[in-house]
T-cell receptor
């Protein structure tokens, strides 16, 4: 079955530091890959996504590239801010139009804390 | 942006009681809703998928008679934990796929979650 393995946290960084949160997956077929962010007291929000190999998702300075050869989708940001402090989830989903579309398999989440 | 609410946001109950958790979309309609549970420092685990007007589809290992799901309308789904026990203590989260309203088709939204503690 599908699975997602995510870098364990918590991760603590100083403002303007470089961020990497590793994510690898196992899946059959050609899944879509997602990063979600959960700010304190709020629901999960889609941060970025990629639907096929070599696609790069990006949003709010965050980037992740769908690497089929290494089955990875690592999240990066060049300069983090205090406001980026949140929990980040890597997730894998079925292809749009497939019978499993909409189901998501999540990693365990990584807590990021950014200090001024 | 689109809003999904869950009520209550947290609940403490005695063992053996039943607890109902509501998930509402406030400015869009959703044919498909998902319920997840999350244990501390663990991933979100899908419990069931519900489509409006039909019975929910439960994931393997999830007791359908214990976790009753009612997708009564395109804006409301409820999860009832029946005869709750301490091992049911968890964080329950709904996720909705939008089908109409002021959002894109199949755009997805999560509720803020409900913290259930069973004593």
């Amino acid at each position: 079955g599908n699975s997602v393995t995510q870098m364990e946290g918590p991760v603590t960084l100083s403002e303007e530091a470089f961020l990497t949160i590793n994510c690898t997956y196992t899946a059959t077929g050609y899944p879509s890959l997602f990063w979600y962010v959960q700010y304190p007291g709020e629901g999960l929000q889609l941060l970025l996504k990629a639907t096929k190999a070599d696609d790069k998702g990006s949003n709010k300075g965050f980037e992740a590239t769908y690497r089929k050869e290494t089955t990875s989708f690592h999240l990066e940001k060049g300069s983090v801010q205090v406001s980026d402090s949140a929990v980040y989830f890597c997730a894998l989903g079925g292809n749009a139009g497939g019978t499993s579309y909409g189901k998501l398999t999540f990693g365990q989440g990584t807590i990021l804390t950014v200090h001024p | 942006g689109a809003v999904v609410s869950q009520h209550p946001s947290w609940v403490i109950c005695k063992s053996g009681t039943s607890v109902k958790i509501e998930c509402r979309s406030l400015d869009f309609q959703a044919t498909t809703m998902f319920w997840y549970r999350q244990f501390p420092k663990q991933s979100l685990m899908l419990m069931a998928t519900s489509n409006e007007g039909s019975k929910a589809t439960y994931e393997q290992g999830v007791e359908k008679d214990k976790f009753l799901i009612n997708h009564a309308s395109l804006t409301l789904s409820t999860l009832t934990v029946t005869s709750a026990h301490p091992e049911d203590s968890s964080f329950y989260i709904c996720r909705l796929l939008a089908t109409s309203g002021r959002v894109s088709y199949n755009e997805q939204f999560f509720g803020p979650g409900t913290r259930l503690t069973v004593l």
